[in-house]
């Protein structure tokens, strides 16, 4: 039996309050293994909360940061020492046709994102010393991975919402207690 094999039946005024019906998220949950003939009767009960009551209501399986990785070349890196840039950093540098002297092709930066901060170039005492990868201060990148129920975006604009109140709240009380002191 599968989550597909659920049947809602809407129970006062619920079919006009869920004109779309209800149904579970994913059609492919296994709930039991039954044998030929055999069949279950199920009674559900769904309560709507948030993850503060309990951690059953996240709609967030990962949520992480990290800083803005900044990726420099101190010189220019030309030719084979250029393929294995690309190569022990993929995504973050492309090779580029150059007409400089003896060189075909270099290497440039075009999406420092992409850095994974492996800093596998360091293998190579060539670009250990024309590499250098730190991080901007001021600049995070926020993960956020929704397990289905609520859109990433819509927990993140939610999560800003109630952070919002809070700060207002915090200021709402220090006012308050400085015109307590005042008095």
């Given amino acids: ?15 006009e309050k869920f004109a779309d019906g209800i149904r579970p998220v994913f059609d492919d949950i296994l709930i039991m293994k039954l044998r030929p003939g055999q069949s279950i009767e199920l009674e559900a009960h769904a309560r709507k909360s948030v993850g503060k ?8 399986s990962t949520a992480s940061y990290r800083l803005m990785p900044k990726v420099e070349l101190l010189h220019e890196v030309y030719d084979d020492l250029a393929d ?58 926020f993960s956020v991975e929704s397990v289905g129920m609520i859109p990433a975006s819509t927990i993140v604009a939610e999560a800003i919402r109630v952070l919002r109140q809070k700060s207002e709240k915090i200021v709402r009380l220090c006012q308050e207690q400085k015109e307590k002191e005042n008095i």
Avoid at 53 to 60: G, I, L, N, R
Avoid at 84 to 94: A, H, I, R, S
């Fill in 53 to 60: 009551d309990h951690a059953k209501y996240s709609p967030v």
């Fill in 84 to 141: 294995e840039l690309e190569m022990v950093e993929p995504g973050v540098f492309n090779i580029v046709p150059c007409e400089e002297g003896s060189h075909t092709r270099k290497a440039v930066v075009v999406n420092p994102y992409a850095c994974t901060m492996s800093r596998n170039f360091m293998k190579n005492p060539k670009l250990k010393e024309i590499v250098r990868i730190t991080r901007e201060p001021d600049h995070f990148i």
């Fill in 1 to 15: 039996m599968y989550s597909r094999d659920l049947e809602w039946v809407p129970q006062g005024n619920q079919k």
